[in-house]
T-cell receptor
Framework: DQQVKQNSPSLSVQEGRISILNCDYT??????FLWYKKYPAEGPTFLIS?????DKNEDGRFTVFLNKSAKHLSLHIVPSQPGDSAVYFC???????????FGPGTRLSVLP | NAGVTQTPKFRILKIGQSMTLQCAQD?????MYWYRQDPGMGLKLIYY???????DKGEVPNGYNVSRSTTEDFPLRLELAAPSQTSVYFC????????????FGPGTRLTVT
């Protein structure tokens, strides 16, 4: 029973183009969402978050969009760079809790 | 700051052996977590702690134990290792609200044969 799904195991994008990573969740009570990036042999590092009171949050090249009615969020990376090649995890949780449910990850490859 | 450190980086255990995975953080974070990541899967929470002396079970606690005697350290104990515990284990820490950002260690790759 996966509460957080990332249906694309992998994604390849040309350098300079937009990368769009998608995430779906099943629990409508989730109200806080995070994206993490993970390089091989390293722990995940935090990228960006969004609360359910917003539908968009930007940080430099990274933008997260939240569609609560569809229980869907997406991470946009513009422009994509080869250094963005990594596994990206979506995580969902509650605003008054500290526990987050992680998706299985999407491996992004940015081709030069 | 070293951030979150984990030892060992790799370990091979025989079935039935026990071991402790060490985790330490020097950021004075109240919250600490243990996750496991199986191939092709997301991170699953094993145990977490909201402060020294306070621990609680996560999604997959069976076969593990934790203790939190200091703010800095959060060791994970495996008793009677089983092949199903072959995984990569990550320790993480975070501040209390409003920041939910978790800082992760580099992981421990454990194989049980």
């Amino acid at each position: 029973d996966q509460q957080v799904k990332q249906n694309s195991p992998s994604l390849s994008v040309q350098e300079g183009r937009i990368s769009i990573l998608n995430c779906d969740y099943t629990n409508s009570m989730f109200d806080y969402f995070l994206w993490y990036k993970k390089y091989p042999a390293e722990g995940p590092t935090f990228l960006i978050s969004i609360s359910s009171i917003k539908d968009k949050n930007e940080d430099g090249r990274f933008t997260v969009f939240l569609n609560k009615s569809a229980k869907h969020l997406s991470l946009h990376i513009v422009p994509s760079q080869p250094g963005d090649s990594a596994v990206y995890f979506c995580a969902a949780g509650y605003n008054y809790g500290q526990n987050f449910v992680f998706g299985p990850g999407t491996r992004l490859s940015v081709l030069p | 700051n070293a951030g979150v450190t984990q030892t060992p980086k790799f370990r091979i255990l025989k079935i039935g052996q026990s071991m402790t995975l060490q985790c330490a953080q020097d950021m004075n974070h109240n919250y600490m977590y243990w996750y496991r990541q199986d191939p092709g899967m997301g991170l699953k929470l094993i145990y977490y702690s909201v402060g020294a002396g306070i621990t609680d079970k996560g999604e997959v606690p069976n076969g593990y134990n934790v203790s939190r005697s200091t703010t800095e350290d959060f060791p994970l104990r495996l008793e009677l290792a089983a092949p199903s515990q072959t995984s990569v284990y990550f320790c993480a820490s975070s501040y209390s609200r409003p920041s939910y950002e978790q800082y992760f260690g580099p992981g421990t790759r454990l194989t049980v044969t």
